[in-house]
């Protein structure tokens, strides 16, 4: 057995310490996407790997037998690839999809059905947002440059950002209830936009928003094709049984 695990989220350094200490052959793979990824207990192959095509060959030249896809649940286009690129050769694939967050009592949510629809939901009238959604898409909101945006991010920009009224905090998460509540509060916030990523590491400002009767608009995720699993013990139990079945 030799795994491949596509990586960049908590439970995905999570499952490389399990598959660590089961001393099951593995290659972490992160995008690159950030200049000082967290270290990780097991080999490690940094950036992207030419489309479908690519990973396929990639597959075949280290003779994988197994592909985790622990991506975040809005790295759509690694996902689909991976899906298009196992089913090609017959590599199993398994996907750690954490469970999506549900507003409770006293949340104040309005779902939009994708990143590209959430600059619409904002009011005309100038307000203080957090925007919560990394920085890929930030140049979607150029198009209500009225609003002064809060921006939290793991690194500094390389470029010069592409709103005009911008405050960017440079922090690496996981965040507190009490860290989000004050910097809401130390920013006059007025909106919160994030996306449905799920789990229990980025959920804080969600319960901060509650708190503080903030409106928060969040984005549904993507359709992924494939099989999904909602926790390490449940993707380790089905490397097991693969590994039994002879995949």
Not at 110 to 127: C, F, G, R, S, Y
Not at 207 to 215: D, F, S, T, V, Y
Request: proline share 7%; glycine share 8%; aromatic share 6%.
């Amino acid at each position: 057995m030799r795994v491949l695990l596509l990586g960049g989220t908590t439970e995905a350094s999570a499952l490389a310490v399990r598959l660590a200490q089961a001393r099951i052959d593995t290659v972490f793979s992160y995008a690159g996407r950030t200049r000082a990824p967290v270290l990780q207990p097991l080999p490690t192959r940094i950036g992207g790997f030419g489309g479908v095509q690519g990973l396929v060959n990639y597959l075949k030249s280290k003779a994988i037998s197994h592909v985790i896809d622990a991506t975040h649940p809005f790295a759509a286009g690694m996902s689909v690839n991976a899906f298009a690129a196992c089913t090609q050769i017959g590599t199993a694939l398994i996907r750690l999809e954490r469970a999506p967050w549900v507003a409770q009592v006293g949340d104040n949510w309005t779902i939009v059905d994708q990143i590209e629809n959430m600059p619409k939901a904002l009011p005309d009238a100038p307000a203080r947002v957090f925007l919560a959604i990394g920085k890929q898409q930030i140049g979607l909101f150029s198009v209500k440059p009225q609003h002064h945006y809060v921006l939290r991010l793991v690194d500094a920009p390389d470029a010069p950002l592409p709103l005009p009224q911008t405050t960017v905090v440079l922090a690496r998460g996981p965040f507190t209830t009490h860290e989000d509540t004050a910097l809401m509060r130390d920013h006059g916030i007025t909106h919160v936009l994030a996306k449905n990523a799920g789990g229990s590491a980025a959920r804080a400002k969600l319960i901060a928003a509650r708190a503080l009767r903030l409106p928060v608009i969040m984005a549904a995720r993507p359709a992924l094709p494939g099989a999904a699993l909602d926790s390490v013990d449940a993707v380790m139990g089905w490397l097991g049984h693969s590994a039994l079945r002879g995949v």
